[in-house]
């Protein structure tokens, strides 16, 4: 969409360790990375790397940028630019209004939010969404996908959804937001204990009785059978936030009814987690007289295989005539919705989500 656009537009990718600044223009990086240290815990030093850091890529511009850009963690009044309190960031506690502070410091406007929603932001525009319905388009097919549901797997389990286009924020910043669905194994927890990397290395101490503390890529490693372990168990810990993250989606799917992309660290360990998230959406639920329903109203594809995309892709609509009339009607026989890994990382989908949402919220203004 805004591959051609000539603005730019300053991001960063705001790390607990480290800061990374960067810019954009027309969906491109166009400098070298500046990178600072983060200082969570002190706002005084936090802000003056943060002013350092842009000032550093203004300086190397060519041309004046028209925003500030870039996916903060939450709880946060985004509209408004007002960080809440953040467990990795105690320095903005009790509240502090960065956005305001940074347009005011720097003569830009600047937009914050968080990475979930900019990751599906990125896909929907730049990467997922137009990648599939590229797909369909060369095969011949005139099926088109407008909605897109992005989750990201890492340190906790983000997701965001864009409907026609449009990201959906919400009227308090939580749209999208799902790491607070009720668990699937424990009826007392968040989904996020069961779909993050503390989940992965929990579930394994729990199977292996191995009492190392490994990272995901460990176990990942010991699944993989290139370090020593508990291979079943490492397998497991994978399985089981496949079919967590299932669980939640197929309430979002029932609501928001587009095609997944998911992204994130853990989704490298993707052999491990689709087939038991994609054996759940095939699971039936029943009703009291008897009748069974799917999961997932769609029959879901995983877009990575080649079986399941071809199935995908086939043409599956037809054309009937209107009762009395010589109009003829095409209509879709079979509902289908496609899981694809993102093929443009997650740290892309974000720069490129934070950039197009910049763009996007200064041309509405421009139009108001």
Known sequence: MYKHDERVVMTLDAGGTNFVFSAIKGCASIV?????SAVPDDLDKCLSVLIAGFSKVKEVLREEPVAISFAFPGPADYENGVLGNLHNFPAFNGGVALGPYLEEKLGVPTFINNDGNLFAYG??????????????????NIKRYRNLIGVTLGTGFGCGIVINGELLVGDNSCGGDLFGFRNCFFDDM????????????????ELSKDNRDLT?????????RKIEGDIEAAAKSFASLGIAVANALTYVLFLIDGVVVIGGGLSGAAKYIMPSLMATFKKQLHSFSGLSFPMVQM????LDEEADLESFLKKEYETVIVPDSKKKVTYFSKKKTG??????????AISLGA??????????????
């Open 32 to 36: 070298e990375p500046v990178c600072l």
């Open 123 to 140: 896909e929907a525009l730049a990467g997922a969404l137009p990648e599939i319905n590229g797909m369909l388009e060369k095969t011949g």
């Open 190 to 205: 968040i989904i996020e204990e069961s779909v993050s990397i503390r989940a992965v290395q929990r579930v394994y101490k």
């Open 216 to 224: 995901p890529k460990a176990i990942f490693d010991i699944a993989e």
């Open 299 to 302: 029959e879901t594809y995983y």
């Open 339 to 348: 899981i694809i890994l993102s093929h443009i990382g997650a740290s892309q």
């Open 355 to 368: 950039y197009a949402f910049a763009l996007h919220k200064l041309d509405e203004a421009s139009c108001s």
